[in-house]
């Protein structure tokens, strides 16, 4: 068994000794910002570093302090979102970002709990806050961390199980050193995201490599233990480019589902093996008491979110009459394809819009 001791007394010093020279030039580990870095660790989440950086640069320009975010609608900081998915993430931040301006005068709190009680900020968010912006002796625990302080310390038990989610946040607040919080569990980040990776750890350059309970046993390939996942389900999707006097309809999703708050275009799941056509005109009829006409087959996208994957299957349609009755989405609007990009689709619509936008005159009028 490793000896949790030596552990707790070499790996700090190892470790930040190594993360002073071995450290990635990340534009979030240049400011102090207690709001930038709150974004960048938002962003963050299940969302690679290289996929993040464009996003982070291109979200400050935009909104350069959290006043600026708290003040902007929610749909143009769900348009700077699209493509980096988990828009959830958002909506907590926009929210989030307006409590601290009304309820903490417009400063991010130094206080745990204060930070909980924000929307969309957990136990490690507000680590990360606490520890990266104030140097406050906060743990956190993501992915990697629990990687290398599995392997570390030899623990095969399931990581998302109860006790051991306890002594995970016990061990990674006790090897906090004091004073250097900032520093350690930016070091512990890094060490998982280049070193002890997933897959081919690179044990060779690990500063505490001689410590490692999973290297001496063999067994760094199979720890974390990991659940096994079944196959991802899959949904055929009928979806309707409505046109009416050379604009297109579309609808915005509820808050309080998946991708909630962006727009789309109507439509929804196949059922059983009926017709994409009669899916199409069905689904329109369910969610905004209209009847289409189905022209023609537009396009056939495929995208796969976390939990499952899903086929599209746009067709071009016509409504010549009638006003949208929503009863399954917050809003609804005929704009012009030219105008699709001042809103907020999710990433398998934008793939529609692409094949839109190369033939859009089929029942309107080309922009001008």
Not at 28 to 47: D, F, G
Not at 234 to 259: E, N, Q, S
């Amino acid at each position: 068994m490793a000896d949790e001791n030596v552990l707790l007394r070499e790996l700090p010093r190892r470790l930040l000794a190594w993360y002073a020279g071995a450290k990635r030039d990340l534009p979030w580990r240049r400011t102090r910002s207690a709001y930038r870095i709150w974004l960048a660790e938002v962003m963050l989440q299940q969302t690679r570093v290289d996929t993040v950086i464009p996003y982070y640069r291109r979200f400050l320009r935009r909104f350069p302090s959290l006043k600026s975010l708290a003040e902007a609608p929610l749909d143009e900081v769900l348009r700077l979102w699209v493509g980096l998915g988990y828009y959830g993430r958002a909506r907590g931040l926009h929210a989030a970002a307006r409590q601290v301006r009304e309820r903490h005068g417009g400063r991010v709190p130094r206080q745990m709990d204060a930070l909980l009680a924000l929307p969309g900020v957990g136990r490690y968010t507000a680590g990360a806050i606490l520890s990266i912006a104030f140097n406050l002796p906060a743990p956190v625990l993501d992915g990697n961390v629990v990687r290398i302080l599995c392997r570390l310390f030899g623990i095969e038990s399931d990581p998302k199980a109860g006790d051991t989610r306890k002594r995970l946040w016990s061990l990674a607040e006790a090897l906090i050193p004091e004073g250097e919080a900032r520093d350690f569990n930016q070091a512990m980040m890094e060490l998982g995201a280049v070193v002890c990776r997933p897959t081919l750890p690179r044990c060779s350059l690990c500063p505490a490599a001689d410590l490692c309970e999973a290297r001496r046993c063999g067994t760094r390939h199979k720890l974390p233990l990991r659940r096994r996942r079944g196959p991802l389900p899959h949904y055929d999707v009928g979806v309707g480019i409505v046109w009416r006097r050379g604009k297109v309809l579309i609808t915005k999703r509820p808050a309080d589902v998946m991708l909630g708050g962006l727009w789309e275009f109507p439509g929804g799941k196949r059922e059983g093996d009926e017709p994409l056509e009669h899916t199409v005109r069905r689904e329109i009829r369910e969610e905004l008491d209209l009847e289409v006409r189905v022209q023609s087959h537009l396009a056939t996208c495929k995208h796969a979110y976390s939990h499952f994957r899903v086929t599209l299957h746009a067709f071009h349609c016509t409504c010549p009459r009638g006003r949208p009755k929503p009863r399954e989405c917050d809003a609804w609007r005929w704009v012009r394809v030219d105008e699709l990009a001042r809103y907020a689709f999710p990433a398998g619509s934008v793939k529609i819009i692409r094949e839109l936008e190369k033939a859009p005159g089929l029942f309107g009028p080309r922009p001008g």
